[in-house]
């Protein structure tokens, strides 16, 4: 049964995706309703791009969220069945059920499952989850619940998704470069009023052109399409990844303090070193990252911040590349 008022909840969620704000956090508001109304202790919302190949967004809840989220593809697993054929599904026992795929290391357990197709335009966008440790931990009014969320929720985040697509790299699905400045002043004015941090990380590939002479175009393109999702991986669904040009990335950091923003650069960059991006015939090939971490004053303008970034990179790089520095304050 549900654990909240149904009205109550959904009377908020509406009011909360109404208000506009990021794809993300609109994914994030979904998972956390579910969470209030169904007797789950894990939440996951994860939509795919127009090609259906790669995530575009994805929020999680519950237990485990601070572990990296599984991939989602087409047809496998039991979200990618319900992908593939746009209906429910609800799982007394995932260990009887043959679409199940284990996972290790996710952070939670998983003895029963609810998951329903979010559905746009007569095509399901993604899928919601609702797991519990509990067998049999969902019944039919559940199901209702769960249709019930999907229903009010798909409009706005179709419109917040299509509106992402707009402004994505087709490539990585970070946004373009021109969205960088408008996202940071954006951004700032939101949380300046709270008086909340915001950090920015300017990275770029160490000697990726090398990559693109030796093994081609359409290697240099995987592997820019590998390290944005490992950013994605490494940082929080309210954060932004903007591909500025070519292999510079930045990472756009709300709520966050510059001890917190040097953390997460460091584990973009111990995982782009310690993880092949691709294996290779007598090897594998790795990429090193650079990054550059500047933490607004609270003062300062987009663009002073951004310089910032970009100077604490550039020293990165000229002290041999795969390092974080952090400017100066």
Not at 46 to 74: F, H
Not at 148 to 176: D, G, W, Y
């Amino acid at each position: 049964m549900p654990r909240s008022d149904l009205a109550t909840v959904l009377l908020e969620l509406t009011q909360r995706l109404s208000a506009g704000g990021s794809l993300e956090a609109a994914l994030q508001a979904v998972t956390d309703a579910s969470l209030d109304l169904l007797p789950g202790d894990h939440a996951s919302i994860r939509l795919l791009d127009a090609s259906r190949m790669q995530l575009l967004a994805t929020a999680r809840s519950g237990r485990g969220t601070g572990r990296i989220s599984l991939a989602l593809k087409v047809g496998e697993g039991l979200a990618g069945w319900v992908l593939e054929n746009g209906i429910p599904a609800r799982v007394d026992d995932v260990t009887k059920d043959p679409r199940f795929v284990s996972a290790g290391g996710q952070g939670f357990q998983i003895a029963s499952m609810l998951i329903e197709p979010l559905v746009a335009g007569g095509k399901a966008i993604g899928v919601l989850s609702v797991s519990s440790p509990e067998k049999a931990a969902f019944g039919e009014p559940d199901e209702l619940v769960a249709r019930l969320l999907a229903n009010c929720s798909v409009p706005p985040i179709e419109r917040a998704r299509l509106e992402r697509l707009a402004m994505a790299c087709e490539l990585t699905l970070a946004l373009h470069g021109s969205a960088l400045l408008p996202q940071l002043r954006a951004e700032m004015e939101r949380w300046n009023m709270s008086g909340m941090k915001v950090s920015l990380l300017a990275m770029d590939l160490d000697r990726f052109r090398r990559v693109n002479e030796i093994y081609g175009t359409t290697m240099g393109d995987r592997v820019l399409r590998i390290f944005a999702d490992r950013v994605r991986a490494t940082a929080r669904v309210f954060d932004v990844l903007v591909r500025v040009r070519g292999d510079r990335f930045a990472l756009i950091m709300v709520t966050t303090d510059p001890k917190q923003a040097e953390k997460t650069a460091e584990l973009i960059r111990v995982r782009c070193e310690s993880e092949a991006m691709e294996p290779l015939q007598g090897g594998l090939l790795t990429q090193s990252v650079s990054v550059g971490v500047a933490a607004w004053d609270g003062q300062e303008s987009p663009e002073a911040l951004i310089q910032h970034a970009d100077e604490a990179l550039t020293l990165a790089k000229s002290k041999g590349g795969n390092r974080v520095v952090v400017a100066p304050r």
